[in-house]
Structure formats: structure tokens, C-alpha cells
């Protein structure tokens, strides 16, 4: 169904990293495009419009801003002062024509920063909402970059030359090729905006007092006493110098280079700053004021107001609340925090939602000798968020491994699409909470804490509880090397501590190596622990070491403790095999992993040995689905057609019809064909799984007759007949939207004890071949598929294919909220879907579906 006046609009980012707006053209837009023509230069004209077309005749201006949103459609990007700077619009070629022309053009100043490629992108999501399948466009020969955005686009794109233009024809429909290439653009537009705010060449303070005294100038002296290498611009209303530094009235009237504004002025007046920065040419605001989203609804409204106004103005928003960011490289050594002094300079990035705690992180990382790379507070976090970090870290030379500390995700799809991609080449270790908010999918079970653990080190990320675990594994990843497996050799002087680290490992998963515990004697010395530490370092049987060690005499001297803790860093900081240490004194390096207890040192340690194990397991492939009607799911999800849309991707339910009465019921059986079952349809999920519900094998009216009273006297007059098929093992698909993960697919085996036990097993979709197949292993009952107690394996291969379509239609169906196929029987010849039930949404945009939008503020 055509979306006629559906309001499109999206804040996107450009080539360049900065902002713009995109959204319909309306009629009122006329005066702004005679405007926007006349500042197009003579060439881009005759690009455009194959002619000089000097002026636009008022016959074609009025069809140009009067589009019909179906058969002609036209989308433009404007800037802060509301001018047009691009056009975009495609019209069909005929009434119900599958095909339309396509056609575009930017600004001269604007040329080259990927906006053609956004609007291509923004105008086939639109076609293919109003049943158009194909582009055509006619490209002058010179007009490179225009074929160009056409050619990169990801489409199969047909090329052929005729006089003198050449004919390009595409169909629009997504390929992996043009999901690859928008994400790769999305990538690099991200991580080049966050760039220029890590990196600024000169940076405007808004909010710093003359006196000295509030946040804004103790942000300036932070500063300036860290060294930062561009130039400070103080901007203030009447003071002459602030904090022995000129001050101006306005940032562009230093005519210093400014990319990055930092502000701290009250609530009401950071719009007025922001703007005063992008004329400037900031590329993007650090607000650690106070007052908007966390103050109410009217604070939330203005936080709205705020980021619509900074992105029309090109800019990106760290904050509102925001600690601060920071960049210890040498060439930037960027303090721009509320913290006077930053944690010294390594390879670890770090990200904080909470700006209350960005003082506590910075002390802890500094007190633990964890060397950051770069540092952001996101506070708010209306704009920029962890994803944005993400984009940046994956490339960034200067960063090995990620902290994240989250409250929220703002766009759970994104985060565990970059996560899988980003824990591919470095780690990511997250704060984040396990429990889930109530009533996510109806009456779907969704992940326990275990299962949104598991969900989490599926993606590659390392979640943990607490900040303190945060760094105990931050140290670990940063100044150890990955464990070739889960083989621990545990060493010490202390056979009581040697054993609580056996007992803690076996627990954790982790193998204990053969010969170990190695027990040095109470009274061994240093050379004695470095000479066992050496010989576990080298042996084959082990992957990593976890030493205990307690002060071998009573009121040993200082520096005999410096001698065995430089036993232990000789074999942590220099050998090949993570090294984690527990040490009853305080003489410990700050390089080296050391923990308080020996139970948290082996719980850093599995939690990166599962990273490990992770990262040497393929990440399995989305195999093509045969027998998919991608327009008529299309037409089934927004319709709300539960039936139809499994339909669609080839999943069949088996026939069946709802009574009311013994009547009804009797000619839906005679319909239907014998035999058949009866099921109660009161009383919702408990009772589909409930065997007391159900009347099997019914082969003639009599018996459907008896059937239906007895269901309707126990649960209720609602009864569902069904065509009877073979017996199997009976098996329950779910998928619910998690508010990390966005849509996850869950399979167990179905029954009152499984149900009561949570025996399911989770991953996010899409799934691949490899998620699939884990799936259907994972269950604890899942030997009851695989030929348990001499019965015959069910057919393996079904119930993966089945699982890998329920998790495209979970990605590729944002309306479905949750859908569940209870009872699934599987048998060794195949499987059958006996009940489906889905609960539709609102037609919306799911974040991280359709092309390329910043999300809403």
C-alpha cells in the first residue's frame, strides 16, 4: 500500500562528519529553490538540466515544489538559516509503472561530501513504500561524480551510452552489496565526526567567568594546565580577558581555526552559544551544562530544540551533563573534563554515560595505572553515544582496547551490529545491567540475566556488574596478551591460596593444567617464584597463570617485597601468556594485573578467556533463504497478517480453525479434513502447552462433539480445530525486542517444565548458519532432539532453516513487535507449525533499518 503524505524527514550525517537536514519538499519551498538555483554555478546547471537553464519558468517551479509524495516525490536538505542546499526527487514514468527517474543536485560548496549518496538512498526507501522496484537515470558523460554516486551505490547498476548520455537502470530493492556500502559510509561519516571533536585545532569556551570561579573557567584551566597544543578561545559577553587569555565577543572573532565549542553557560543560552560556534565552523559542542532531559518534560522538550538546532547547523552534541572529553596524544593532549588531572596516556578508550561519575572513572583509571587513549562523557546523551565511539575506536591507531560504562542504549540494533563488528579486531568490555524491563513481548518468557550475559559475549562484548569489574578486566586486556585457551596454571607460596584458585577457576569453566597447583614453599625466595612463574610461562599444557602469593616472613622488609613482585612482573609484562595476580602486599607494579582476591582475578581472567574462545570461533555466514516473497511480506507486516507473513518467507502453519460452538467445530472438522485435534483457545500460551487442553486423533463428528464439551466446560467455548499431523518432539520459537539487543530469537523445547526452568536458548538476529545451529543445541533438554534414550534424532536440518527465517523476518519486519510459534513438532522427517502468534507495532522507523539517519534526539 502506497504511503501518500507520509512525513519523511531525517538529520544525517556527510561525508565530512558534520550535519544537515533532510526532509520533503513542500510548496511553500519555492522562493528557497529560485534561490538555491541562482547560487548554482553555470556548469552545475548544465549538468543538471543538459541546458544552461538560466532561471526556472514558473510552470516549472510550481511542479518542482508540488509533488503528489507517491508518483512523484522530492526530497531536499537544508542548512541553519532554512536555505536549500540540495535537491533530490524522482518521478514515475508512467501511471503504475514499477520504474521512475531519478535525479538530483547539490550546491557547489557541498559537492563531494556524500550528499547525492544520502538522498539516493532516502528517495529508494520512498519508491519502494509506493511500489516502484526500479530506477532509471539519464547522466551526461563529464558529469563524474554524479555516475560516480550512482556506480558506489551498492545497486546493480545498468549502464549504456546513446546519443550522447548515458542511461543508467537499477532496481532499488536492497542487495548485501548496498547494505555493505551504507554501512561502510555510515562507518566513516561517524568516526570522522567524532575525529574532529577529539582532535579540535582551537576550541571556543562559552561560560568561563572572568573571576575564575565555576565550572566553565575550572573547564578552561583544565585545560590549559593539560597542555592542549591549539588555541583557547574565551568567548564572553563584556570581559577583556578570562584566565589571562583574550576573550572575544564572538569565536569567529579570534580567526583562529575553532572545531570544537565547549559550553557551560545556563540552559537557556547554550543554543545562542552553539549557534555563535557553527559560524565559527565548529564541528561540534561539548555541553556540560545542566537543565534539560533529566530536569522533566520541559527540559526534555528544549534538550529536542537543541540538537534540531545544532545538526541544522552542522554541528554533533556531546551532552547535555557531559564530564567533558579528553585526547592524552601527545600532538592534542585534550583535557576538556571537569577533572584537573587525567589518567596518564595509553591505548584504552573510554566511554561514560553518567557525567556525575566521570570524576570517580578518571580517579579509578588513574589510581589503577589504566592508560586512556581518549576519553568521552555523553552525559544526556541527545546526539553523539557509544555507537558514535565505537565507529571512532574500530580504526583509531592510538586505541587496543574499549570501556564502556551505559545506562541506556539509545539504538540497541546498532549497538550489537558494531559491537560483533568492533570485538572482531579489538575488545569491548561494558557496564551494562542484565535485567529487562517488564512486559517487553506479552506473555513471552524473554532472557534471564544469564541468557542477556551470554546474549552480550555472543557479540563479542565482555559484559560485567560492576565498574570495579570494569577495570579488572580493562587492566588485564590492556597489558596482557589474549589466552590461547582455558588451560590455568595456578602458582604460589600459599597452598590455602593455591586452592581457593583451583576451586575459584573450576567453577569459572577454566581448566586446571595437569601438575598444578605449583606450590613454591612459604619460605622460597624471590628467584625460587620467578624460577616456577618461568616453567609455567613455558609449558605447552598451559595457557594462562594465576600466581597467589603471601608474605613468606613476617615483617619482611619493603624491599624484599619489591623483589618478588619483580618476579612476577618479569613473566606478566614480558611473556606470551596472560599472567593475573593476587598479592597479599602492597608492592605490586601497576602494570600488572593484581587483584584482591583470588576470586576476582580468575573472573577477570574467564571473563577475557571467554572473549578468546569467542574471537577463534568463525562468525558464521547469513545464508540465502529460498522460496521468499519479499513483497508480499512486505504487505503482510503491514497489514498485521501473522499467517501471511510466515507464508511469505516459506514457513507454513499448519490449517486450523477457531469455534465457537460444537457446530462451528464440527464443520471446521469436516472442512479441515479427519483427523483432527481440538485445542482450547482460552486461557492463552499455558494452555496451548497444556496436554489437559488438547483432544488428539479425532476421526468422525462424534468424537469432535465429545471433544468440544469437554474443552469448553474446562477452559471456555473458544476451541481450535486443527488438521492432525505426525507426533514429534514438541519445540517453541520466540522473538521479543531486548532493549540492548533490539529484535532476539529464543528456541527450547516446549512443556510446563521447560516453560518453568527459562530452558531457552537466545541470540539477536539476524541469525547466521553458525547462531542457528548453536540454538538448536543450546537447551538443556535439547538431547530429547538428538536421539536420546535410543528414540530417532528429528530432523536437524529443518528446525535450522526454520530458525534462521523467523530471525530474517525479525530483522527485516521492524512493525513486528514479538511473534511466538508454540507448539513447533519436530520429527525425523521434517517439522510442522502448529500455532503462531505475532503482536504488530505502529509502521515506524526501528532504528538502524533504512538508510542513513541520525537518531532523534
Known amino acids: 500500500m502506497a504511503n501518500r503524505g507520509t512525513e519523511r524527514s531525517a538529520d544525517i550525517l556527510l ?36 541546458s544552461p537553464y538560466p532561471r526556472i519558468p514558473e510552470r516549472d517551479l510550481q511542479r518542482f515544489v508540488n509533488v503528489d509524495h507517491h508518483d512523484r516525490e522530492a526530497f531536499v536538505t537544508v542548512d541553519a538559516d532554512g536555505r536549500i542546499t540540495a535537491v533530490g526527487r524522482y518521478e514515475r514514468l508512467g501511471p503504475e509503472s514499477p520504474e521512475a527517474e531519478v535525479a538530483f543536485v547539490v550546491e557547489d560548496a557541498l559537492q563531494g561530501r556524500g550528499i547525492g549518496s544520502v538522498l539516493l538512498e532516502h528517495l529508494a526507501e520512498a519508491a519502494r513504500d509506493n511500489g516502484l522496484t526500479r530506477f532509471v537515470a539519464e547522466v551526461l558523460p563529464e558529469n563524474g561524480g554524479m555516475l560516480r554516486v550512482f556506480g558506489d551505490s551498492g545497486f546493480q547498476v545498468q549502464r549504456r551510452y546513446a546519443d550522447g548520455v548515458v542511461h543508467l537502470e ?12 551504507q554501512e561502510s559510509r555510515e562507518h566513516l561519516t561517524e568516526a570522522r565526526s567524532i575525529a574532529r571533536l577529539l582532535a579540535p585545532r582551537g576550541i571556543a569556551i562559552y561560560g568561563a567567568s572572568a573571576s575564575g570561579q565555576g565550572i566553565g573557567a575550572a573547564m578552561l584551566g583544565n585545560l590549559r594546565d593539560g597542555g592542549y597544543t591549539g588555541a583557547i578561545v574565551p568567548v564572553h559577553p563584556t570581559a577583556e580577558r578570562v584566565a ?30 552553539g549557534t555563535d560556534a557553527a559560524r565559527a565552523g565548529a564541528g561540534g559542542v561539548v555541553v556540560v551544562s545542566a537543565g534539560f532531559g533529566e530536569t522533566g518534560p520541559e527540559g526534555a522538550a528544549q534538550q529536542r530544540r537543541l540538537v534540531e538546532a545544532a545538526r541544522a547547523a552542522g554541528l554533533r552534541v556531546i551532552g547535555p551533563s557531559s564530564f567533558g572529553i579528553a585526547n592524552t596524544e601527545a600532538g592534542v593532549r585534550l583535557n576538556a573534563t571537569l577533572s584537573p588531572r587525567l589518567p596518564k596516556a595509553g591505548r584504552v578508550g573510554f566511554f561514560a554515560q553518567s557525567g556525575a561519575l566521570g570524576v570517580a572513572l578518571l580517579a579509578e583509571a588513574d589510581r589503577r595505572g589504566l592508560g586512556l587513549s581518549s576519553f568521552v562523557s555523553a552525559g544526556n546523551r541527545a546526539d553523539v553515544s557509544g555507537n558514535d565511539l565505537l565507529q571512532f575506536w574500530q580504526d583509531d591507531p592510538g586505541t587496543d582496547v574499549v570501556l564502556l560504562y551505559l545506562e541506556t542504549f539509545g539504538n ?21 545491567s542484565a535485567t529487562r524491563p517488564p512486559g517487553l513481548a506479552g506473555d513471552a518468557p524473554g532472557p534471564d540475566a544469564n541468557a542477556v550475559t551470554a546474549l552480550f559475549a555472543r557479540s563479542g562484548v565482555i559484559r560485567v556488574d560492576t565498574v570495579q569489574e570494569l577495570f579488572d578486566v ?68 598451559v595457557d594462562a597463570l594465576v600466581v597467589v602469593f603471601a608474605p613468606p616472613v613476617p615483617g619482611q622488609h619493603a624491599d624484599e617485597d619489591a623483589d618478588f613482585a619483580a618476579a612476577v612482573a618479569s613473566v606478566a609484562l614480558a611473556g606470551e601468556k596472560p599472567t593475573v595476580a593476587t598479592m597479599v602486599f602492597g608492592q605490586v607494579p601497576r602494570r600488572v594485573p593484581a587483584y584482591a582476591s583470588v576470586e576476582e582475578a580468575v573472573r577477570a581472567l574467564t571473563r577475557v578467556v571467554n572473549y578468546a574462545d569467542w574471537l577463534r570461533r568463525p562468525p558464521g555466514v547469513m545464508p540465502a533463504l529460498s522460496g521468499v516473497d519479499m513483497e508480499a511480506a512486505e504487505a503482510a507486516a503491514g497489514a498485521g497478517d501473522t499467517g501471511a507473513l510466515l507464508t511469505a518467507y516459506g514457513i507454513p502453519v499448519v490449517p486450523s480453525t477457531l469455534a465457537e460452538s460444537v457446530d462451528a467445530a464440527v464443520l471446521a472438522a469436516g472442512a479441515l479434513g479427519y483427523p483432527v485435534a481440538l485445542k482450547a483457545a482460552g486461557g492463552g500460551l499455558r494452555h496451548r502447552i497444556d496436554l489437559g487442553a488438547v483432544r488428539l486423533a479425532l476421526n468422525n463428528h462424534d468424537d469432535v462433539r465429545t471433544a468440544y464439551g469437554e474443552l469448553s466446560a474446562a477452559f471456555g467455548p473458544d476451541v481450535l480445530v486443527q488438521t492432525m499431523v505426525p507426533a514429534g518432539v514438541a519445540c517453541r520459537i520466540e522473538v521479543i525486542e531486548d532493549p540492548a539487543f533490539g529484535p532476539v530469537v529464543g528456541f527450547g523445547l516446549g512443556g510446563v517444565a521447560s516453560e518453568l526452568l527459562g530452558d531457552l536458548a537466545w541470540r539477536a538476529a539476524p541469525l547466521t548458519d553458525r547462531a542457528a545451529e548453536a540454538l ?75 538508510p542513513r539517519r541520525l537518531r532523534n534526539a
Open 15 to 50: 561525508a565530512d562528519g558534520s550535519t544537515a537536514h533532510l526532509r520533503q519538499i513542500r510548496a511553500e519551498d519555492a522562493p528557497a529553490i529560485v534561490d538555491f538555483h541562482s547560487r548554482m554555478s553555470d556548469r552545475t546547471r548544465y549538468l543538471r538540466y543538459f
Open 412 to 432: 540497541p540494533r546498532k549497538f550489537a551490529r558494531l559491537a560483533r563488528r568492533m570485538s572482531r579486531v579489538k575488545p569491548v568490555v561494558a557496564v551494562a
Open 776 to 850: 538448536v543445541d543450546e537447551p538443556r533438554a535439547a538431547p530429547l532432539l538428538h536421539g536420546y534414550r535410543g528414540s530417532t534424532p528429528v530432523d536437524r536440518a529443518t528446525l535450522i532453516d526454520l530458525l534462521l527465517r523467523v530471525g530474517r523476518i525479525a530483522d527485516e519486519h521492524p512493525r513486528m513487535r514479538s511473534l511466538t510459534l508454540n507448539p513447533v513438532l519436530a520429527r525425523p522427517d521434517g517439522c510442522s507449525v502448529l500455532h503462531a502468534a505475532a503482536e504488530f507495532g505502529d509502521a515506524g522507523v526501528r532504528p538502524d533499518t533504512g
Open 170 to 181: 537499477f532496481p532499488i530493492a536492497p542487495t548485501e552489496k548496498s547494505r555493505e556500502v
Open 474 to 541: 580493562g587492566m588485564l586486556l590492556a597489558h596482557q596478551p589474549l589466552p590461547g585457551g582455558r588451560r590455568v596454571a595456578v602458582v604460589g607460596n600459599s597452598s590455602a591460596l593455591a586452592e581457593l584458585a583451583v576451586v575459584a577457576c573450576r567453577a569459572a569453566g577454566l581448566t586446571v593444567a595437569d601438575g598444578y597447583p605449583s606450590d613454591v614453599s612459604p619460605t622460597a625466595t624471590a628467584h625460587d617464584l620467578a624460577d616456577a612463574l618461568a616453567d609455567a610461562a613455558v609449558d605447552p599444557r
Open 244 to 273: 589571562g587569555l583574550k576573550a572575544y565577543r564572538s569565536a569567529s572573532e579570534a580567526g583562529v581555526p575553532i572545531d570544537l565549542a565547549l559550553i557551560a553557560v545556563p540552559a537557556h543560552a547554550v543554543a545562542d552559544s
